[in-house]
């Protein structure tokens, strides 16, 4: 009949995940030495690493925990809606935890699974990308993503669990040797938020800047985060390991069309029914209560790719009741002159 880890692992691939593994729920040393070193040069983002400090020892938040159940997807099954790649990051526009999408349905399957064996089990409780490596099942590159031979276009789901079980024996090199000649993603990076492999400040990483600051970004980054609105998927674009490993044979299903939602005009127009129905249930990281937000990124990014075609826009903004609104109107007029 086989082992109880090798049960989990058959339906973590029955459920539609490429690989599983189980590692002891114990200090991710390594976790904490990354952020030490991060919080150390980049003072002002201490706040921003010390909230993550919870995952790096589950024992310490969960008193029952023994092991963690790590499972990695491939994402770049699907076609990306033509237009909509400069806008928002592809793990955003193929989201594994909406509820209509397939994945979604393989995670309740799998969790559904861990029960009826009669595991508890928390989700994601555990550093997602140090699990992985931990596990075996891919490794780190300079843009601190975690690869597999066919790329890094990969989501991860981490459960803490209250067994002990049999574990992947420990990799020695957590990291795919990038060539010591390629610093492609650090050049590329266009906030500097990556200044050196395996290094990060998070707080000027668009990804983190368009959709969770809940904050304008400052002054001298706008022109560099060009037109995304939500995510950034520029490092790992520019990296040659990813370099044709994206398949688009597969559509992903889509209640309304994203070519109809996500346009700057109706992102800047829309009133908050619109915004309520259709923007914020598929991109929740902007709060119900910040439609600010998407009209404030949708400004900077008429901005960034033709301000004087927009001003129109820039003008009408600079009314608005939101005085974030105004304050990226006013800029943005300033860059149409």
């Known amino acids: 009949m086989g082992s109880l880890e090798d049960k989990i692992k058959a339906k973590a691939i029955e459920a539609g995940y490429e690989s599983c593994g189980i590692i002891e729920a114990s200090l991710f040393e390594e976790f904490l030495v990354q952020l030490n070193t991060r919080s150390t040069l980049f003072p002002h983002a201490g706040p921003f690493y010390d909230r993550l400090r919870r995952l790096a020892n589950p024992k310490e938040s969960i008193e029952w925990a023994k092991s963690i159940i790590v499972c990695l997807r491939r994402y770049d099954r699907y076609k990306i809606p033509e237009g909509l790649e400069r806008f928002v990051g592809k793990v955003f526009l193929v989201d594994s935890r909406l509820s209509y999408s397939k994945e979604y349905a393989g995670t309740v399957e799998f969790e559904q699974f861990l029960d009826g064996i009669g595991l508890k089990a ?44 049999e574990y992947e024996i420990p990799i020695d090199d957590a990291r795919f040797a990038c060539p010591d000649s390629c610093n492609r993603c650090i050049k590329a990076c266009p906030t500097a938020a990556l200044s050196d492999s395996l290094t990060m400040d998070g707080t000027c990483c668009i990804a983190h800047l368009s959709c969770a600051a809940n904050l304008l970004p400052s002054e001298n980054l706008r022109d560099k985060m060009g037109t995304w609105l939500y995510g950034c998927d520029v490092c790992q674009n520019v990296c040659p390991a990813n370099s044709g490993t994206w398949q688009e044979n597969e559509k992903f299903p889509e209640p309304s069309r994203l070519k109809d939602i996500i346009t700057l005009e109706d992102l800047f127009l829309m009133d908050e ?65």
């Open 122 to 165: 928390i989700k994601n409780a555990a550093p997602a990308r140090w699990s992985a490596v931990k596990a075996g099942l891919g490794k780190f590159r300079n843009n601190n993503f975690v690869y597999t031979k066919r790329g890094s276009w990969n989501w991860i789901d981490t459960w803490v669990i209250d067994k002990q079980m």
């Open 273 to 337: 029914e619109t915004y309520w129905a259709k923007v914020q249930p598929r991109f929740w990281y902007i709060s119900k209560d910040d439609i600010w937000q998407w009209k404030c990124n949708a400004l900077r990014a008429m901005a960034n790719m033709d301000s004087p075609k927009y001003e129109k826009y820039f003008i009408r903004a600079l009314a608005d009741h939101n005085e974030n609104v105004r304050e990226i109107a006013s800029w943005a007029q300033n860059k149409a002159k």
